[in-house]
T-cell receptor, first 115, second 113 residues
C-alpha cells in the first residue's frame, strides 16, 4: 500500500536555525508531491509542490524542497527559520492511476521555533 | 478568490441528531473533497466528488452521507453519529480530480456527545 513517512514528529529550533524535515513515500509510479502547512488555528495551506521538471522547488516564505527519486524522498528545507514558522507541516503524495488518484498525507511534523 | 468556506465552524450534536456540514467554493473547481482530521493526526480522505458525481468513497460508514447539489457546493449529512466521530471535518477543492493542488477550508469542529 502507498504510504508517506515523516520521521520527525516534533522539532524545536531557535530562530535563525536551519530546518530540514524529512518525507519519504512508497509508490513506484509517477507521483506528485506537496508540502502543506497548518499554522495554529488556521487551515491547511500549500507551501510548495512538485509535479515534474527541476527537482528543487521553491515555495512561499523561503521554503524549498528537493525531490530525490532514487531515495523516494521530498525533504523540506529552510535556511533560517522564524518564530512565525511555528506550525504543523504535512507532506502529501498524490499517486495512483486515472480515476483512482488519492492524496496520502504523512503524519505531520510539529515545528516550534523559539524566539 | 482562492477561498473555500465551511459552515458551521463548530457543531455539537447528540447521537440521535441529524445535522449537515456545508462547504462552498467559487473558484470554478470541479473536484471537491471531504476529509476527517483527528487531533494530532493527518487528514484522512472520506469522499471525492468530481464533476458533481461521487468518484471515491473511502469505505465511510453510512451515517455520513455526502451530497453535491452543484459544482460550488458540497454537503455532508450526519445522522446517528458516535462520540468517536468527533473530529475536524475539512473540505477541499481542486481544479480537477487528482493530480492537482487542493485548497482547504478552515474546517468544522464537530463534537458528538
Amino acid at each position: 500500500a502507498q504510504s508517506v513517512s515523516q520521521h520527525n514528529h516534533h522539532v524545536i529550533l531557535s530562530e535563525a536555525a536551519s530546518l530540514e524535515l524529512g518525507c519519504n513515500y512508497s509508490y513506484g509510479g509517477t507521483v506528485n508531491l506537496f508540502w502543506y502547512v497548518q499554522y495554529p488555528g488556521q487551515h491547511l495551506q500549500l507551501l510548495l509542490k512538485y509535479f515534474s521538471g527541476d527537482p528543487l522547488v521553491k515555495g512561499i516564505k523561503g521554503f524549498e524542497a528537493e525531490f530525490i527519486k532514487s531515495k523516494f524522498s521530498f525533504n523540506l528545507r529552510k535556511p533560517s527559520v522564524q518564530w512565525s514558522d511555528t506550525a504543523e507541516y504535512f507532506c502529501a503524495v498524490n499517486a495512483g492511476t486515472s480515476g483512482t488518484y488519492k492524496y496520502i498525507f504523512g503524519t505531520g511534523t510539529r515545528l516550534k521555533v523559539l524566539a | 478568490d482562492t477561498e473555500v468556506t465551511q459552515t458551521p465552524k463548530h457543531l455539537v450534536m447528540g447521537m440521535t441528531n441529524k445535522k449537515s456540514l456545508k462547504c462552498e467554493q467559487h473558484m470554478g473547481h470541479r473536484a471537491m473533497y471531504w476529509y476527517k482530521q483527528k487531533a494530532k493526526k493527518p487528514p484522512e480522505l472520506m469522499f471525492v466528488y468530481s464533476y458533481e458525481k461521487l468518484s471515491i468513497n473511502e469505505s465511510v460508514p453510512s451515517r455520513f452521507s455526502p451530497e453535491c447539489p452543484n459544482s460550488s457546493l458540497l454537503n455532508l449529512h450526519l445522522h446517528a453519529l458516535q462520540p468517536e466521530d468527533s473530529a475536524l471535518y475539512l473540505c477541499a477543492s481542486s481544479q480537477d480530480q487528482f493530480p492537482d493542488t487542493q485548497y482547504f477550508g478552515p474546517g468544522t469542529r464537530l463534537t458528538v456527545l
